[in-house]
């Protein structure tokens, strides 16, 4: 089966030449294979031979021409002639927690709308299809049952969004007016001391950090009186401590109810997940959701990129994991030795003043309290050619480190002094340059049109298709990448990373933090990347800096140590212990008081254990 794709937002009739029918030699043979439909082409899947011309052709890359393996014929749901399709459906279990594993824009969106009542699929036919043929195609299957209540509107969905920095534009009023407006199980005390947010309910919604936004929307999502529960990511913002207590709420919530979870961050889905679906399939162009798996034998194949059920693969090259021998470093120059300074902050007022205002996503402070923060910087110093992760829960002034060394703030006490360039990816990035891509990185730099620049830029961060789309319509992911991109483009001696896996799926982490390491070892420049992904971390770090002390009230930096001195002493503070799976010696959260839990403690190994 072959598919035609036609991106209508980049297909720009007008301003080409209709190069598409004007170079398919079906049309020029006089078959209608590309013919106009109002004002844009439509392209007739049957009598497309498949040559590629028109995809190759296309001025906008508005053409995908793609092959489907031979085992999708019949499709879930199709949004049109030469639009997305989805095969398959997610299958909600009462009493489990559902995870799906995959890339963004294959489609987990369509399926929840599907699950939710809020679309009826189609089955790929362009006509209105009957539910009387919905449960046909779906007898004697577990949806059956499950798709007539949703054709009845039995099923209630609450649903947690992706991009929760988008809540203060639907919402004016304070974290308690939100809440209570949801709270229709009469569970709002007990979800308010889980996700320990008691400390913001009189806060307003604006004045949130991301982390803080992130759990008050677990929190109200969890709050609905439903039947399917929707998590669609719950990492991004949260530190490794608060992911693992939103992963426990959410598995009690599903005690009596269907839970569905989108999740990137491998270690937290690992934990949290009863079963995985794994989504596959071109971006934008088709998607897969498989049968489901066991979540260890899931995300191992994902991993590995081929899914020996299907006979598929979703990958050209597996993720490797790699437990790396510590890096000599006589031989290795000193970039840069930092001093002992520190910052304090009166109040958090004067916190989120100091970081350039108060509702700004990219100014709000380190502090929850209204005692005000400090930070404290021990000094150490970074060589050349070295990738520095950095760790430490939410609200212990990592961003405060990287804003100082940045220049981007001043310090209290010591003095900064250094003259290699620095080149700073702000935590929270703001959409406020209207122009396009393309433009936004040739003001940065020269080597755009590269070869160099398109395979060690373009190419791992997946910006081929975005480079002439407007900064301001680009979605949260697709925005990192390009401030990564921007970030990386700059000619700079240290180039500092504040959380650069937000909002991007496993491939993207993945392909990202390739980018970064080789560009750092390629070119012998030295990185800071501070994240919460713990795969991330461990893919990308050759050394650790170590935040401790008590979340907004004080931090202190300590390092950098070796990965495995680090990683121990960053998760002893958190008494959480990490093993590595057997296969693919990905790292695995323990279960709090299981036995290697506890024989990992005893030991004092609390991330490199034996292997299962």
Partial sequence: ??????????????????????????????????????????????????????????????????????????????????????????????????????????????????????????????????????????????????????????????????????????????????????????????????????????????????????????????????????????????????????????????????????????????????????????????????????????????????????????????????VRAPRSVKDISVLFTFPEFGKTYESVRENRNERGGENGNENRGEGGGSGGFSLFVAGGELREGEVVGAVGPNGIGKSTFAKLLAGVEEPTTGKISTEIRISYKPQYIKPDVGIRVCDFLRSITRDVNTSYYETGIINPLQLRYLMEREIPDLSGGELQRVAIAACLSRDADLYILDEPSAHLDVEQRVSASSAIRRFAENRHKTAIVIDHDIYMIDLISDRLLVFEGEPAVHGEVFGPFGLREGMNRFLKNLDITFRRDNETRRPRINKPGSRLDREQKASGEYYYAAVE
């Fill in 1 to 322: 089966m072959r598919i035609a794709i036609l991106n209508q937002d980049r297909c720009q009739p007008v301003k080409c030449s209709l190069e598409c029918m004007k170079y398919c030699p079906r049309v020029r043979t006089g078959d209608e294979t590309i013919s106009i439909v109002g004002k844009k082409p439509v392209i007739s899947e049957e009598l497309c031979i498949g040559c590629g011309i028109c995809v190759n052709k296309c001025p906008f890359a508005a053409i995908k021409i793609i092959s489907l393996p031979e085992t999708l014929s019949e499709p879930t749901h199709r949004y049109g002639k030469n639009a997305f399709v989805l095969f398959g459906l997610p299958i909600p279990q009462h009493e489990k927690v559902i995870g799906i594993l995959g890339p963004n824009g294959i489609g987990k969106t369509t399926a929840v709308n599907i699950l939710s009542g809020n679309l009826k699929p189609n089955l790929g036919i362009d006509e209105g299809v009957e539910w009387s043929e919905i449960f046909k195609y779906y007898a004697g299957s577990s949806l059956s049952d499950y798709l007539k209540k949703v054709s009845q509107g039995k099923i209630k969905l609450s649903q947690k969004p992706q991009y929760v920095d988008r809540i203060p534009e639907v919402f004016k009023g304070n974290v308690s007016e939100l809440l209570k407006s949801v709270d229709e199980r009469g569970k709002l005390d007990d979800l308010v001391a889980k996700l320990e947010i008691k400390h913001i309910l009189d806060r307003g919604i604006a004045d949130l950090s991301g982390g803080e936004l992130q759990r008050v929307a677990i929190a109200a999502c969890a709050a609905r009186d439903a039947n399917f529960y929707f998590f669609d990511e719950i990492s991004p913002y949260l530190d490794i401590y608060q992911r693992i207590r939103a992963a426990i709420l959410i598995r009690e919530l599903a005690k009596d109810s269907a839970v569905l979870v989108v999740e990137h961050d491998l270690a937290i889905l690992d934990l949290l997940a009863d079963v995985v679906h794994i989504g596959y399939g071109e971006p934008g162009g088709f998607g897969v959701i498989t049968h489901l798996k066991g979540v260890r034998q899931a995300i191992n194949q994902y991993l590995r990129g081929f899914l020996p059920e299907e006979n598929v693969r979703i990958r050209t090259e597996s993720i490797e994991f790699e």
